[in-house]
């Protein structure tokens, strides 16, 4: 596995290693050249004869002698080449000492040269799809809502003041070089101890690991939310970037069928019949990363995740909806692999369509990302409702007329073979390129046909 690593193409070994094997090729035909012209000037007997032919190997046939020197010289050249780009390398392996060389290399270079993509949202939607998206590509930005309200993140928001940290917590452990170690770490929380209760936001009981962390690092920080992510990202060796869509505390509204209002993200989740959500307060600042990264993003992902609860939110806030209507890279909607029991109940995919565009407008997606792969007995479980899915050419997409196309509609396997209810990230993010590929090359043919028909 190290080996086929290293001859990735692209990783910028090879052409190397070639430029040394010539050069110490050129080197071993100069010394046998001068070997050879000593030996038949001087000829020497006696003692220096016998000690030039035993290091010459001249006791063996002429075949066997080469194969020899080849043998210890390939050897030499692997070993002392691979320890000299170790100790090179040394400084840059101090966060994780027992990583392979190889990785570490292939991330920095390989990965480097992948896509800008800038993925919206949160939840664990949003952190499954970044496990496999990091796989791709290095160049992520994981842009993550701050509605929360319950838990561990409501709790440190109304102590603290500070945005809800939960979601941007798992993104950072998805994207966590040291992924298992630091899922553990951070996912931990702390027990209750006898005669506390979690709920009262009294001492430690409930509370993230990852989310104390974070609240940590913006008190270092100065109090700066932003700063205290930026931070954490470094010290965490995050492949990419994790960044709030605001440094300001959301809170998410919700208006019903029946006409009455909702409050709060943990309530708005369980309930069902939403017509429409807000957030305040109105106005609200958007992170500055996370504009110049959808600005310069060659790809724009929304979702997968809580439709009303995790995406939205984001795309509510002006500034993040108008940087993605105006993007030139191509937008695409990963919808969800089950109904989410409250919010989504009874939601066909045409149905989490009509709501991401009633919310922000028609311009706001160019593809559709939905599983076609249906296992039937999967509802319920988990707090999940109904499996969602599209056989393929079963499905289209509700459109008003107007001048502006539907988005392109792909379907595929991507639900995780254990979890009907959740995606696979391997096959999510391979699902995600392939229509980054096929929608490049859309273009270019669009582009192509404009061109000969202005000349």
Partial sequence: MNLRRWLTPGIGIKRWLLVVFGGLLL?????????????????PTGFAGTMIDLLTLQFLPFALRGFIA???????????????VRVLTGPLRSNDPDQPLVELIYQKRFLARGPRIVAIGGGTGLSTLLRGLKEHTSNLTAIVTVADDGGSSGVLRDELGIPAVGDIRNCIVALADAEPLMSDVL??????????????????????????????????????????????????AVRGQVVPVSPTPLTLHARLADGSVVEGQSHIMRTPGIERVWVTPDGVRASADALNAIAEAELIVLGPGSLFT??????LIPAIRDAVLTASAPRIFICNVATQEGETTGYDLAAHVDALVAHTGLDIVDIVLANNHLVAGTGGAGGDGSALGAPPNAVTLRWPPSSQPPPRLILDDVIDAANAHHHDPVRLAAAVIKALDGEVGLRRRSAGRTTSRTA
Avoid: C, K, W
């Fill in 27 to 43: 080197l071993a035909i100069a010394l046998a050249h001068f070997l050879r012209q000593i030996t038949r000037d001087l000829s």
């Fill in 70 to 84: 080849a043998s210890f010289g390939v050897g030499l050249v692997a070993i002392g080449s691979y320890q000299v």
């Fill in 187 to 236: 996912q931990y929380r702390f027990p209750a101890f006898e005669g506390t209760d979690p709920a009262d936001g009294h001492g430690l009981a409930g509370h993230a690991l990852g989310n104390l962390l974070i609240a940590a690092m913006t008190a270092v920080e100065g109090g700066d939310f932003e700063d205290g992510i930026r931070l954490m990202n470094r010290i965490l």
């Fill in 310 to 315: 995790s995406l939205l939110p984001n795309l």
